[in-house]
């Protein structure tokens, strides 16, 4: 199975990615988190990519539709869930392009739809494990109290001016992309209110996984 994970920043699209990698087996292909990882290693990609991701725009497409592309194809184009891309209408259509040649379509993209108020307070309060990646909410997921000082940051783009940068591009150049794939009949809109389970469960039934 092949789905779409959409939705503005903060909405859960990464929280949500990783529970269909761990406990049902989809191999999680976040372009944000390849991003980052392209910055930790200073390849001349994170070098460019960062000044874009810090201030909370959108990269330009190519760099992204590289590292996607490549990621599909070490899973064999099998049971992927793609997090943070396509994020533009021309992104979309090289990701149709690029499935059709291997006749493996998306077969559902799932939009994830939470209230303003709660997208500000998820990413004003996100903390990351600078080694894991991990992410944590300082009030729905605190970090472990035990780790050393200064393992767990603030991402850059989750400063308040930075967010505002990203809500607005969302409406502007991410945004539209629902109305491409409601047009093919592959949009489902999922309430990503409430706890990570029960988000979980709304997502599970929505691609027909029974709950465990
Ligand atoms: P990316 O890393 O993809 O960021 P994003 O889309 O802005 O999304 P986030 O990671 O901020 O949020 P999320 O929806 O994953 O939410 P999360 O689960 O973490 O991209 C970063 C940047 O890279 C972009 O701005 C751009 O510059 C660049 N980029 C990436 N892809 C690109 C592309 N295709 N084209 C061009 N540029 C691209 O949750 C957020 C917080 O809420 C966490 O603290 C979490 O613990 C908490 N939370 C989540 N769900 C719940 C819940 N149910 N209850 C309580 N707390 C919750
Ligand atoms: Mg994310």
Redesign the pocket.
Known sequence: MRVVLF????????????FLSEREGFTHI????L??REMRNSSELGKN?RV??EA??????I??RNL?EDAISKCNFKKFVL??????IE?AKWLYDFLDQKEAAIDTVLS?VVPDEVIID??S???VNKVTGE???L???PPPEDLEPGVIIQ?K??KPEAIKH?LE??QAETSPVQNYYRKQHMLQEVD?????E??FDRIRTEIGISPA
């Open positions: 939705g503005p920043p903060g909405v859960g699209k990464g929280s949500q990615a990783q976040s372009t944000g988190i991003l980052r990519a874009y991701i909370g725009k959108l990269v330009p497409g760099f992204v996607a997090d943070g891309y396509p994020r533009t992104q994830l998820r990413l309060k996100r903390r992410n944590y909410h009030d729905f997921k991402r783009d989750d990203r591009i969302y990503g209110t409430g706890t990570f029960e988000v």
